[in-house]
Nanobody
Framework: QVQVVESGGGLAQPGGSLRLSCVVS????????TGWYRQAPGKQRELVAY???????NYVDSVKGRFTISRDNAKNTASLQMNSLKPEDTAVYYC????????????WGQGTQVTVAS
């Protein structure tokens, strides 16, 4: 079974920074793509950024230039560096891993709360 665990959320002031981490554990799998999503109260979950195994990235327009996604293939981890945070970034952030192998499929973490407020 593949497990995904996020960490690093918390409270930040507008203009501040937070770094989210995602650890994927299990056996007999390879991560093809890792994505960070977020869901604010009363809103649909949206894709924030993703990164492929070969390092290709993509971001939603609202975070371009502020957020940076990265990954370590050897450690099966991914991170989301969030700078210049805005109150509208407040949401629960989720990591999703698309894997192949014996555990082929998509796996979600439980989410981590990010709150941006003064």
């Amino acid at each position: 079974q593949v497990q995904v665990v996020e960490s690093g959320g918390g409270l930040a002031q507008p203009g501040g920074s937070l770094r989210l981490s995602c650890v994927v554990s299990g056996s007999d799998f390879t991560i093809d793509i890792t994505g960070w999503y977020r869901q604010a109260p009363g809103k649909q979950r949206e894709l924030v950024a993703y990164i492929t195994r070969n390092g290709r990235t993509n971001y939603v327009d609202s975070v371009k230039g502020r957020f940076t996604i990265s990954r370590d293939n050897a450690k099966n981890t991914a991170s989301l560096q969030m700078n210049s945070l805005k109150p509208e970034d407040t949401a629960v952030y989720y990591c999703k891993a698309g894997v192949r192998g014996l555990q082929n499929g998509e796996y979600w973490g439980q989410g981590t709360q990010v709150t941006v407020a003064s």
